[in-house]
């Protein structure tokens, strides 16, 4: 008989992130926000090659990173050193990165496979084994993909929402046995800010403290929708202001077509913020017109803070399976269409009341989806990995 782990068991978990810092994506807030949580119950440690992160009780060890690009060979000197460094000693191994061992493997991105095969068939898919077989970054990715959701004894595997796990199981079709879902969490719910938290907020900023102000993050602008999100901003009255969170690294090339189009006093380029929540209290609503998000979470964090969303539908955007369209968020069929962007948040921030129903609304849905409901999910995993373990 299987021996489950009591749920008072408290475990050794290496948790496995090549970057475990709050200014990288979705991921590794997520793979933190879970740290926090577990670190209250677990002996946890975390193994990345770049660490801005300290927490009580959580043990931080560095993997040494010789040559970070290409990426490739980044890729599997990480998932060496990490094999190697966590082969034994731990309950359970939790690998956020395409690395083959860990029993339990969270996915937050499209598969390799998928974004390589999906759609192929005749001569394309014949063009595209070809690009495959002569490519050693191409062959080592889907390579690491195969040995990661492979069956293993324990080998517990998380899509982080309903909309990833299916095309997992598309994918990789035998995964279906012991592949579940953990979606995001928020921390807290502190719903919208007051008038003076706002105006603070807006001045720490360098942002107006008075006009329409709408909200962008994403770390790639380009596929997170930020060039449909600039020309909607064209067709919205002169009065409204844009500010942008994410990778600093991408601004030059968004800034000049900004400027070139007249934007250059309504676009404000804030960089990585370490701490969002100057930005989720200063905005009057977040725009995520996105191209592809497994999940989203900015657009959950955004909720917590009683925003109004305007958001891509569910073939783009993993969260809003979840949601209500019309009630908790507004959803965009083709997030590429700039005048129907505009006109959709042009009816959130003219409308006052409808803006306060989708703030209670917004609240309302993000106080069930927090951190440490999600924790106790993530547990029953971890459980489960060591008892087939």
Not at 84 to 111: C, I, K, M, Y
Not at 132 to 149: A, D, F, G, I, Q
Not at 221 to 244: D, M, N, Q, S
Request: aromatic residues 8%.
């Amino acid at each position: 008989m299987t021996h489950i782990p009591a749920a008072g068991q408290r475990l050794r978990i290496a948790v496995l992130n090549r970057l475990f810092r709050p200014t990288g994506g979705g991921a590794e807030r997520y793979s933190m926000a879970l740290v926090e949580q577990l670190a209250q119950r677990h002996e946890i440690h975390v193994f990345a090659q770049q660490i801005d992160h300290r927490w009580p009780g959580v043990s931080y060890h560095r993997v040494s990173a010789p040559l970070t690009k290409p990426r490739w060979i980044n890729q599997i000197w990480y998932a060496v050193a990490t094999w190697w460094a966590t082969r034994r000693g731990f309950d359970v191994v939790h690998s956020h990165e395409n690395t083959w061992h860990g029993q339990v493997q969270t996915v937050h991105v499209l598969p390799v496979k998928y974004n390589l095969f999906h759609g192929r068939t005749g001569w394309r898919l014949a063009l595209r084994w070809f690009k495959v077989l002569t490519s050693p970054r191409l062959l080592v990715y889907l390579w690491l993909e195969h040995m990661r959701y492979a069956a293993a004894p324990g080998r517990q595997i998380v899509a982080t929402s309903n909309s990833l796990r299916a095309i997992m199981c598309a994918s990789y079709p035998h995964t279906s046995a012991y592949l579940g879902v953990v979606t995001p969490g928020v921390d807290a719910v502190p719903g919208l800010p007051n008038a003076a938290e706002k105006l603070a907020a807006r001045l720490s900023l360098g942002l107006p403290e008075d006009r329409p102000c709408i909200l962008f993050v994403g770390n790639d602008y380009r596929k997170k929708g930020l060039p449909a999100l600039l020309a909607a901003l064209g067709h919205l009255p002169a009065e409204v202001v844009l500010a942008v969170v994410g990778n600093p690294a991408h601004i030059p090339a968004f800034r000049e077509p900004a400027n070139a189009a007249g934007l250059a006093q309504r676009v404000f380029f804030l960089g990585a913020l370490k701490d969002m929540t100057p930005a989720y209290r200063a905005a009057d609503c977040l725009a995520h017109p996105t191209l592809e998000d497994t999940f989203a979470m900015v657009v959950l964090e955004a909720m917590a803070h009683g925003l109004p969303v305007v958001v891509s539908k569910e073939s783009y955007c993993g969260i809003v399976g979840l949601l209500t369209p019309g009630v908790n968020a507004l959803i965009l069929q083709n997030p590429q269409d700039a005048q129907v962007l505009a006109d959709t948040l042009q009816e959130v921030l003219q409308d006052e009341r409808r803006r306060q129903r989708m703030s209670d609304e917004a609240a309302a849905f993000a106080r069930s989806h927090q951190w440490s409901q999600v924790a106790v999910q993530q547990e029953q995993i971890y459980r489960l990995a060591v008892a087939g373990h």
